[in-house]
């Protein structure tokens, strides 16, 4: 607990997930009372998705932990608004966690249509809006480019912190990946936005 809180900045303590990621991997599931939603956000750091999801029966629904293995679970069942309702994102007074939670899992095409449209009216959000990034990203996504799509994705989410990230760029720039078969590459910037906000 100490090595993950111990640095004062957001970049020194994702740093330390990174550091810890091996180390989360080897833990075993039967640990009492393990700091589950940091477990997971360390394995995750290093793109340790396969040891992380045996932790999937131990995350508590609505945790940090659960969004994040429900986020990279390539056999996870469609969701619903309820879902991600259930979603409180830990220390999230803003519901920005839920809001970016949301719009990966709409991008990733793990909701109905009917779905999405009640969730981004439910939390506020205008993904359908369009402006030059958000129209070339799609036509680089449809023209299956993907090397265009990575340079427009980079550019969605030049900022300093996550903070500065919306949601509704995470939804498109994950909808771009999977529609030119980066899913594994969404799903991890998905999550990220989660551990680091």
Do not use: C
Not at 81 to 98: H, I, T, W
Not at 114 to 139: P, Y
Request: hydrophobic letters at 45%; proline letters at 4%.
């Amino acid at each position: 607990m100490r090595l993950w809180d111990e640095p004062k900045t957001a970049e020194g303590r994702y740093a330390r997930l990174v550091l810890t990621a091996g180390a989360a991997a080897r833990i075993p599931t039967t640990l009492e009372q393990p700091d589950i939603d940091r477990l997971v956000a360390a394995m995750l750091s290093a793109g340790l998705d396969v040891p992380a999801l045996r932790w999937r029966d131990k995350a508590g629904r609505g945790s940090n932990a659960w969004a994040m293995l429900t986020l990279v679970d390539p056999a996870m069942p469609s969701l619903n608004y309820g879902d991600v309702s259930a979603y409180s994102g830990a220390n999230d007074a803003e519901g920005l966690k839920r809001r970016m939670f949301f719009a990966a899992i709409a991008g990733l095409g793990r909701m109905s249509g009917a779905e999405v449209e009640r969730g981004a009216q439910g939390l506020g959000l205008r993904i359908t809006q369009e402006n030059s990034w958000t129209r070339s990203i799609a036509k680089a996504a449809r023209d299956h480019e993907p090397g265009t799509v990575v340079l427009l994705a980079a550019i969605g989410m030049q900022t300093r912190q996550w903070h500065g990230v919306s949601p509704e760029a995470i939804y498109h720039i994950t909808a771009a990946l999977h529609a030119v078969g980066m899913s594994g590459e969404a799903r991890m910037i998905a999550v990220e936005a989660i551990s680091r906000l």
